[in-house]
Structure formats: structure tokens, C-alpha cells
């Protein structure tokens, strides 16, 4: 099947993957009273104790580092929870893989959707922050949508192949957690990218999270315009990831139903 028509079979199979996206939300707050509030208020308490533990016990020479590290960990997190429940989407949904047909792409593409959602949502506490700190909201802000989508299509990506592969090696799904550990460490999130050894730098910069959480920082914690250029590249990159996460995907597929 040709990628477009792959393409129509899921928008044929746009009101699963609206249900799937759905139950996914519904499904982690299952049972709590306040529901999908906590979308909103597990990042408003994370905020409160960074903002004490970094204010008061550890100080930092980062300029408002409460804020730094809260603008850098929440994509970090989406993109962290992602990768997480990607890996393990289609082996966890093995009663409907064996008994329904529908496009198989739409079980990795219901966790990234879901999770970006979340994300947006926990913007919103950003945004306070940002307001109540002093720092405020400038009009870069138009182009948080640019690095949300690179972020995304770099995520779908790394799923098709991670989520096909679990299939097969359960291993992989294990191996995750202490890889996306190191990544995080790999990644300016707890500190800055000035701090990374000049010599080290190209290197460092092969990272694709660099480039992409630089610009959640450029736009929300410098208040500059994000490298676009740096963007492009890991935009590229990622539509290629894309292409051979497909194919991997594709070929593997065809042996879901006897291997889950």
C-alpha cells in the first residue's frame, strides 16, 4: 500500500483513533475526583517545588533557574511519556490487534497525539509562570507551534520503529527507561548549553533534543527568535526517521497478530 492510501486508511479510521486519543486522557485519571484537572495541576505543584527546593536549597548561577528548568522539563516529559507509552502501544493493545482489522499506525499515532495534547494543556501553567515571575509572554510565542511539530515528528518516528521492534523483543521496552535517563543528562535541561566543553559541542549537537528544547528556551526563557536554520536540519531529520520507522513498521506488521 502506497503511503497515500496508507494516509486515507487512517482518516477512514479517524473516529478510533479520536476514541483511542480519548481513552488514553480518561484513562490516566481514572477513578481521581478531580479528573483531567490534573493535567493542569501536576505541573502547577512541579513548579511550586522547584521554585522552593531551587530558590531556597540549591541555588543555581541560571537566572531564574526554577523557571529555566520548568520551560525545559515539561517537553521533556511529553516527549519522555511519549516515547514510553509509543514503545508499548501496540504490544499492550494485543486483544484488538487479533480480533479487528484497522490501520495499525493509528495505535502509535493515538499516544503522540494524546500526549501533545497534554502538553498544550500544561502550557498554560507555563504561561503563568512566565507571567508571575516578570518575565512575561512575548510574541515568539507564535512560533512554539514550529518546535512542537519538529518535537512530534521526530517522537512518531522513534515509536513506529520502537513500538514494531517491542513486538518481538520485549527488551526493548525495558531498555528504555535507563536510555531516556542518559538522554535526559545528554540534554540542557538541568543545565545550560553553555557549560558543555567547546570541544564537545559538535558532538553534543548530534543530539536532536538539544536543538529542539534550545528553542522551547530561546522562545519562552531568552525571548528570541529559535534557530530556524537548527530547526530545519532536525526537521528534515526527522521526516526521515519518519519515512524509515514506516517502512520498519510496515514490514513488521504483518506478523502483529501472531506475535503479541
Not at 480518561?26 to 479528573?35: A, D, V
Not at 510574541?139 to 515528528?153: G, R
Not at 558543555?196 to 549537537?205: A, D, G, H, N
Not at 527568535?225 to 526517521?241: D, H, T
Request: with cysteine.
Amino acid at each position: 500500500m502506497s503511503f497515500i492510501n496508507k494516509v486515507k486508511e487512517i482518516y477512514k479510521y479517524r473516529h478510533m483513533l479520536f476514541t483511542l486519543v480519548k481513552q488514553d486522557i480518561n484513562g490516566r485519571y481514572k477513578g481521581s475526583i478531580f479528573g483531567f484537572l490534573w493535567t493542569l495541576l501536576n505541573p502547577l505543584f512541579m513548579l511550586l517545588v522547584y521554585s522552593v527546593v531551587f530558590s531556597i536549597v540549591f541555588k543555581s548561577d541560571i537566572e531564574n533557574y526554577p523557571i529555566y528548568l520548568f520551560v525545559c522539563l515539561m517537553p521533556w516529559n511529553a516527549f519522555n511519556t511519549m516515547i514510553g507509552g509509543g514503545t508499548t502501544c501496540v504490544s499492550n493493545n494485543a486483544s484488538i490487534i487479533k480480533k479487528v482489522y484497522f490501520p495499525r499506525e493509528v495505535l502509535p499515532l493515538s499516544v503522540v497525539i494524546s500526549n501533545t495534547i497534554q502538553y498544550c494543556f500544561s502550557l498554560v501553567i507555563t504561561f503563568i509562570a512566565l507571567l508571575v515571575s516578570g518575565m512575561g509572554i512575548t510574541w515568539y510565542a507564535i512560533f512554539l507551534p514550529l518546535v512542537m511539530l519538529v518535537q512530534v515528528v521526530f517522537a512518531f518516528g522513534l515509536i513506529l520503529m520502537l513500538s514494531a521492534a517491542n513486538v518481538y523483543v520485549r527488551d526493548v521496552q525495558y531498555m528504555m527507561n535507563p536510555i531516556m535517563m542518559i538522554w535526559m543528562y545528554a540534554s540542557p535541561i538541568l543545565y545550560s548549553i553553555t557549560m558543555v566543553p567547546e570541544k564537545w559541542l559538535p558532538i553534543y549537537k548530534l543530539n536532536p533534543m538539544v536543538t529542539i528544547l534550545q528553542g522551547y528556551q530561546s522562545i519562552l526563557y531568552n525571548q528570541t527568535l529559535p534557530n530556524f536554520k537548527a530547526l530545519g536540519i532536525v526537521f528534515l531529520a526527522s521526516i526521515a526517521i519518519c519515512i524509515i520507522g514506516y517502512m520498519i513498521f510496515n514490514k513488521l506488521q504483518r506478523r502483529f497478530a501472531e506475535e503479541v
